[in-house]
């Protein structure tokens, strides 16, 4: 080859990758999060454990509903134990790893997450069996004044710990029912511009999430800035009998966005919601 | 000899391109208008499409918004140059869109200060990364930090600009179109710059608060102008009737939304749904009116 054109080929190397428009690919699955995560698992991509959602076009990158359904109710015999979320191409992919049991009904769980751009969404769920699964959907961000961020965090802010459970009217005893928790929480990323020093860019957000009732474990929750602003979460649980939904959790606070070597725990945060099937 | 033709296409991209000339027209005495026809920011446009100007006093000149691209904001300094030999001694920000800042570049130098709401700057530092790493991509355009430029001077609630025997009153806005939105008002010819507090044609784009946006709406109102700017859509001299449509889309995405929030029914669910009938209103619809109904949704369900 002769220089020139070697060098050509090597800045049009270097171009491509920022022009071609992929449909997702599994570089920082491969790369990255698989031995990060699995490291010695074998993964079969499969849609007989669990199906995604997530649109197309993220119309709000700051803003996108995801939500995992599991193909069969949890059963003693028979269950998801975890369900892992990652966004690929985020500049912290990992979004949350959540852990279910029989008693939670059913291992289906709605949230919505940040995407930064074009990417991959990955799920991974383990069942009882010891057995992983995984399966993706391709997320297009939407450009424009879009951001990943959140409209107007300082109302988020202002009630910050605030939470709410919803639940639908009408729930049976011993019949999974679905339920909403909300929680208020500006969950910063800490992506800010290095030198406009003036503002902490230190991340803050909900790092540690547990769902109980009647102190029964429903789903515990690690997770990470990926969760929008204002956490909200869709799942069951089965309410055998009157009772106490208890939501707990955590946040912490961590130097850098993209590292969690170095973090302080922030506040403890509880909140109860009577339940009578 | 695909990846030769590759480079060519680099070298004639649009950052090496001497910037074109602006139209602009002067809508009152000494207020200079460039008026953008109503475009998804691409690479064909650059992201050159909002509503950019200037305010001339008697002793300088006071930009207000820079535009979508260094090359527009260099276009705009040489509009100026030919309209009047007074310097340019303040560039107003009235928020932190991409297509209102990415100018800014073209006038830094001694005695300009940049003006902007006391939230501008955070939005820059939060949002900054962000917009600049995605742009030569989307809007084929060479920024970096240096497009980014803070505020000098930042506006808490209001404050007074003199540009020689000419007041303009700046507004800090509570959040509305964006958490840091500013508008101009020029009391000699009863101006107020609204700019993307006002969207005519152009669908209104939510990015800060709909409740915030729809008091700001009910207080602007009831104030008299003889000329409105908005940020996108055409001279405004009519108000408040211009502002109707607005309004009233706002409006009825809020309740449509608390209605569905009432109902027990899910952000997917809403976006899917409301609204929708509004499109032959607007343009830009499909790529901005789900956006409206997810913020607002993610706003509203914690009203109560
Ligand atoms: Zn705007």
Same mark, same amino acid.
């Given at each position: 080859?002769?220089?020139? &054109?070697?060098? #050509?080929?090597?800045?049009?190397?270097?171009?491509?990758?920022? +022009? %071609?428009?992929?449909?997702?690919?599994?570089?920082?699955?491969?790369?990255?999060?698989?031995?990060?995560?699995?490291?010695?698992?074998?993964?079969?991509?499969?849609?007989?454990? #669990?199906?995604?959602? %997530?649109? &197309?076009?993220?119309?709000?990158?700051?803003?996108?509903?995801?939500?995992?359904?599991?193909?069969?109710?949890?059963?003693?015999?028979?269950? +998801?134990?975890?369900?892992?979320? @990652?966004?690929?191409?985020?500049? @912290?992919?990992?979004?949350?790893?959540?852990?279910?049991?029989?008693?939670?009904?059913?291992?289906?769980?709605?949230?919505?997450?940040?995407?930064? !751009?074009?990417?991959?969404?990955?799920?991974?769920?383990? !069942?009882?069996?010891?057995? @992983?699964?995984?399966?993706?959907?391709?997320?297009?961000?939407?450009?424009?004044?879009?951001?990943?961020?959140?409209?107007?965090?300082?109302?988020?802010?202002?009630?910050?710990?605030?939470?709410? @459970?919803?639940?639908?009217?009408? #729930?049976?005893?011993?019949?999974?029912?679905?339920?909403?928790?909300?929680?208020?929480?500006?969950?910063?990323?800490?992506?800010?511009?290095?030198?406009? !020093?003036?503002?902490?860019?230190?991340?803050?957000?909900?790092?540690?999430?547990?769902?109980?009732?009647?102190?029964?474990?429903?789903?515990?929750?690690? +997770?990470? +800035?990926? #969760?929008?602003?204002?956490?909200?979460?869709?799942?069951?649980?089965?309410?055998?009998?009157?009772?106490?939904?208890?939501?707990?959790?955590?946040?912490?606070?961590?130097?850098?966005?993209?590292?969690?070597?170095?973090?302080?725990?922030?506040?403890?945060?509880?909140?109860?919601?009577?339940?009578?099937? | 000899?695909?990846?030769?033709?590759? /480079?060519?296409?680099?070298?004639? *991209?649009? *950052?090496?391109?001497?910037?074109?000339?602006? *139209?602009? $027209?002067?809508?009152?005495?000494?207020?200079?208008?460039?008026? $953008?026809?109503?475009?998804?920011?691409?690479?064909?446009?650059?992201?050159?499409?909002?509503?950019?100007?200037?305010?001339?006093?008697?002793?300088?000149?006071?930009?207000?918004?820079?535009?979508?691209?260094?090359?527009?904001?260099?276009?705009?300094?040489?509009?100026?140059?030919?309209?009047?030999?007074?310097?340019?001694?303040?560039?107003?920000? =009235?928020?932190?869109?991409?297509?209102?800042?990415?100018?800014? /570049?073209?006038?830094?130098?001694?005695?300009?200060?940049?003006?902007?709401?006391?939230?501008?700057?955070?939005?820059?530092?939060?949002?900054?990364?962000?917009?600049?790493?995605?742009?030569?991509?989307?809007?084929?355009?060479?920024?970096?930090?240096?497009?980014? /430029?803070?505020?000098?001077?930042?506006?808490?609630? *209001?404050?007074?600009?003199?540009?020689?025997?000419?007041?303009?009153?700046? =507004?800090?806005?509570?959040?509305?179109?964006?958490?840091?939105?500013?508008?101009?008002?020029?009391?000699?010819?009863?101006?107020?710059?609204?700019?993307?507090?006002?969207?005519?044609?152009?669908?209104?784009?939510?990015?800060?608060?709909?409740?915030?946006?729809? $008091?700001?709406?009910?207080?602007?109102?009831?104030?008299?102008?003889?000329?409105?700017?908005?940020?996108?859509?055409?001279?405004?001299?009519?108000?408040?009737?211009?502002?109707?449509?607005?309004?009233?889309?706002?409006?009825?995405?809020?309740?449509?939304?608390?209605?569905?929030?009432?109902?027990?029914?899910?952000?997917?669910?809403?976006?899917?749904?409301?609204?929708?009938?509004?499109?032959?209103?607007?343009?830009?619809?499909?790529?901005?009116?789900?956006?409206?109904?997810?913020?607002?949704?993610?706003?509203?369900?914690?009203?109560?």
């Amino acid at each position: 080859m002769h220089k020139p &054109y070697n060098a #050509i080929f090597l800045l049009a190397l270097m171009i491509l990758p920022a +022009i %071609a428009v992929a449909e997702g690919d599994d570089i920082t699955w491969n790369t990255v999060l698989k031995s990060q995560f699995f490291a010695g698992k074998n993964i079969e991509e499969s849609n007989a454990v #669990i199906d995604l959602d %997530a649109p &197309y076009r993220a119309e709000d990158p700051a803003i996108v509903p995801v939500k995992v359904s599991s193909k069969f109710a949890q059963s003693k015999d028979k269950y +998801i134990k975890k369900i892992w979320l @990652f966004v690929d191409k985020n500049p @912290f992919p990992f979004v949350g790893e959540f852990e279910f049991f029989p008693e939670s009904g059913k291992a289906d769980l709605a949230l919505r997450v940040r995407v930064n !751009t074009y990417s991959d969404i990955r799920a991974v769920a383990e !069942t009882n069996d010891g057995k @992983f699964s995984m399966t993706k959907k391709f997320v297009k961000a939407s450009g424009g004044c879009s951001a990943p961020i959140g409209a107007d965090l300082d109302e988020a802010m202002k009630r910050l710990g605030k939470v709410k @459970f919803r639940l639908d009217d009408g #729930i049976q005893s011993g019949q999974p029912a679905l339920t909403q928790l909300m929680i208020s929480h500006p969950n910063l990323t800490g992506m800010q511009m290095d030198q406009m !020093t003036r503002f902490i860019r230190k991340s803050h957000f909900i790092d540690q999430l547990k769902v109980t009732f009647n102190d029964k474990p429903v789903l515990n929750a690690k +997770i990470d +800035i990926a #969760i929008s602003a204002d956490p909200n979460f869709r799942f069951y649980f089965v309410p055998d009998k009157a009772g106490e939904l208890k939501a707990e959790f955590t946040d912490v606070s961590c130097e850098s966005p993209t590292s969690r070597n170095v973090c302080n725990k922030g506040g403890s945060y509880s909140q109860s919601y009577t339940v009578s099937p | 000899m695909k990846f030769v033709l590759l /480079i060519m296409g680099l070298l004639t *991209s649009y *950052s090496s391109m001497a910037a074109p000339p602006l *139209s602009f $027209s002067q809508v009152a005495p000494g207020i200079y208008l460039h008026t $953008s026809a109503h475009h998804w920011p691409d690479r064909d446009n650059h992201g050159e499409i909002a509503n950019i100007g200037f305010i001339v006093g008697e002793r300088c000149v006071a930009v207000i918004d820079s535009g979508g691209s260094p090359q527009q904001g260099a276009a705009l300094r040489n509009t100026i140059r030919q309209v009047t030999a007074k310097p340019v001694c303040y560039v107003i920000n =009235t928020h932190v869109h991409p297509d209102h800042i990415y100018g800014n /570049i073209a006038f830094k130098e001694p005695g300009v200060q940049f003006v902007g709401h006391h939230k501008l700057a955070r939005a820059m530092a939060t949002r900054g990364d962000h917009y600049l790493g995605r742009a030569a991509e989307l809007l084929d355009i060479q920024v970096n930090h240096d497009n980014i /430029i803070p505020p000098d001077i930042e506006v808490n609630d *209001s404050m007074t600009l003199n540009i020689g025997n000419r007041e303009l009153v700046l =507004t800090a806005h509570p959040s509305a179109h964006t958490d840091n939105d500013l508008s101009v008002y020029d009391k000699t010819t009863e101006t107020i710059w609204l700019a993307d507090l006002l969207f005519l044609e152009h669908i209104p784009v939510i990015d800060g608060s709909i409740k915030g946006w729809l $008091s700001e709406i009910e207080r602007l109102e009831k104030n008299h102008y003889k000329l409105v700017v908005p940020g996108h859509g055409h001279l405004v001299k009519d108000w408040p009737a211009s502002l109707q449509p607005q309004k009233a889309y706002l409006n009825s995405l809020a309740t449509e939304v608390r209605a569905m929030i009432k109902q027990g029914k899910t952000l997917e669910q809403a976006v899917n749904t409301v609204g929708l009938p509004a499109k032959k209103n607007w343009q830009l619809f499909e790529q901005f009116h789900r956006k409206n109904v997810t913020i607002a949704f993610a706003e509203l369900e914690w009203e109560d």
